[in-house]
């Protein structure tokens, strides 16, 4: 079945610092790949995504890039805040099913000043 | 403004004491579904719903019930709560599906089972 595989956190960065969590997917057909950010005490919102290979998502000031030949989706930013602070989780949805998002486990973010 | 929302936001029950945790959503939209978050596991999918009377089992479904009847609305009903069933839940909704859209999710139910 679909999977998606992030690195395990916590990350701990210094503001203004560059920012990478790798993630990386199995998936039978061609899934939609996502970007999700949850604030602490908040729901999950949608910060980027991209549906085919190549495509790159961007919002935000973060970005990245459906690499195909390394089924892989990782998020960057070039300079993070202390107001980037969350758990960021990668999600796909398989093209074929359409009904679920399969997320992986999540890597929380800390910035600090 | 678009949105979904759930209640309650925080509940706190005993073991084997029904319970429902509402969802409702503003933006016609026909796919709505419930996840649970739980640490080290991310979320997983619960049940799913692609239109009214339209639900099917997500990955794990054991000890939830849902009902469509409405398109706006999408309970979750544990019919006999149990400490595993202790989690945060998320419902979510997308226009049609999650394929290339992805959801919108509600702000989450902290749910303790004593």
């Known amino acids: 079945g679909d999977s998606v595989t992030q690195m395990e956190g916590p990350v701990t960065l210094s503001e203004e610092a560059f920012l990478t969590i790798n993630c990386t997917y199995t998936a039978t057909g061609y899934p939609s790949l996502f970007w999700y950010v949850q604030y602490p005490g908040e729901g999950l919102q949608l910060l980027l995504k991209a549906t085919k290979a190549d495509d790159k998502g961007s919002n935000k000031g973060f970005e990245a890039t459906y690499r195909k030949e390394t089924t892989s989706f990782h998020l960057e930013k070039g300079s993070v805040q202390v107001s980037d602070s969350a758990v960021y989780f990668c999600?796909?949805?398989?093209?074929?099913?359409?009904?679920?998002?399969?997320f992986g486990t999540g890597t929380r973010l800390q910035v600090t000043l | 403004e678009a949105q979904v929302t759930q209640n309650p936001r925080y509940l706190i029950t005993v073991t084997g004491k029904k319970l429902t945790v509402t969802c409702s959503q503003n933006?016609?939209?026909?796919?709505m579904s419930w996840y649970r978050q739980d640490p080290g596991l991310g979320l997983r999918q619960i049940y799913y719903s692609m239109n009214v009377e339209v639900t099917d089992k997500g990955d794990v479904p054991e000890g939830y019930k849902v009902s469509r009847k409405e398109k706006r609305n999408f309970p979750l009903i544990l019919e006999s709560p149990s400490p595993n069933q202790t989690s945060l839940y998320f419902c979510a909704s997308s226009l049609s599906g999650t394929s290339g859209r992805g959801a919108y999710f509600g702000p989450g139910t902290r749910l303790t089972v004593t």
């Open positions: 999600a796909l949805s398989d093209q074929g099913t359409a009904s679920k998002l399969t």
């Open positions: 933006m016609n939209h026909e796919y």
